[in-house]
Each structure stands twice: as structure tokens, then as C-alpha cells.
């Protein structure tokens, strides 16, 4: 079993920025994928960024040239690092990790509020 913790979340002016950890509790070597998903009330969970094992990277159209994924094997660790934040990025933030055979895990997703 593996665990995602996330970390980074918290309230923001607009125009601020972020950074957001998800730390897997242990190395994971049959790792697709990771990514961060964000949910608002009312609204469907999407995707805003992912990042292959081969360093390939999509975000939503939303966070092009405002948001950047990375990640650190070492640290078993990905981050989301969030500039230029607006009231519409507010929502809980979640880390998936995608493995090769399909599995998926979720972290417990943390809260960006952006608000003035």
C-alpha cells in the first residue's frame, strides 16, 4: 500500500503563488504517471497537470504559463508550483499516481483558497 501526502495548500492573495508537495510514503518504481487534480464546490473534478516517468508534461488550459509540475525521484515526491493565482483556482487540490499496471493511488487533497 502506498500513500500520498500532500502539503502546501493554504489561502492566497491574487496574483500570489504556491507551491504543493505530494510525498509517496515509499519508492515506487512501476510509477505511469503523477498529477494534480483540483475539485471546487459544485464543480467536477479535473485534471491540471501530469507528468509522465518520462518527464512528459500536460496541463489544463487554464494554468498554461501560470503553473509548472516537477517531480523528484529521490524524495518519491511531485510539486505543483502555482504563480499568478486567481479567485477561479480555488478548489481542493489532489495528488494521483498513476502506475504502469494501471493502479492508481489519491492523496487526501489539500485546500487553495485564493481570495482578497
Known amino acids: 500500500q502506498v500513500q500520498l501526502v500532500e502539503s502546501g495548500g493554504g489561502l492566497v492573495q491574487p496574483g500570489g503563488s504556491l507551491r504543493l508537495s505530494c510525498e509517496a510514503s515509499?519508492?515506487?518504481?512501476?510509477?505511469?504517471?503523477m498529477g494534480w487534480y483540483r475539485q471546487a464546490p459544485g464543480k467536477q473534478r479535473e485534471l491540471v497537470a501530469r507528468?509522465?516517468?518520462?518527464?512528459?508534461?500536460n496541463y489544463a488550459d487554464s494554468v498554461k504559463g501560470r503553473f509548472t509540475i516537477s517531480r523528484d525521484n529521490a524524495k518519491n515526491t511531485v510539486y505543483l508550483q502555482m504563480n499568478s493565482l486567481k479567485p477561479e483556482d480555488t478548489a481542493v487540490y489532489s495528488c494521483?499516481?498513476?502506475?504502469?499496471?494501471?493502479?492508481?493511488?489519491w492523496g487526501q487533497g489539500t485546500q487553495v483558497t485564493v481570495s482578497s
Open positions: 494521483n499516481m498513476v502506475l504502469t499496471s494501471g493502479y492508481d493511488y
Open positions: 507528468i509522465t516517468s518520462g518527464e512528459r508534461t
Open positions: 515509499r519508492r515506487i518504481y512501476s510509477i505511469y504517471s
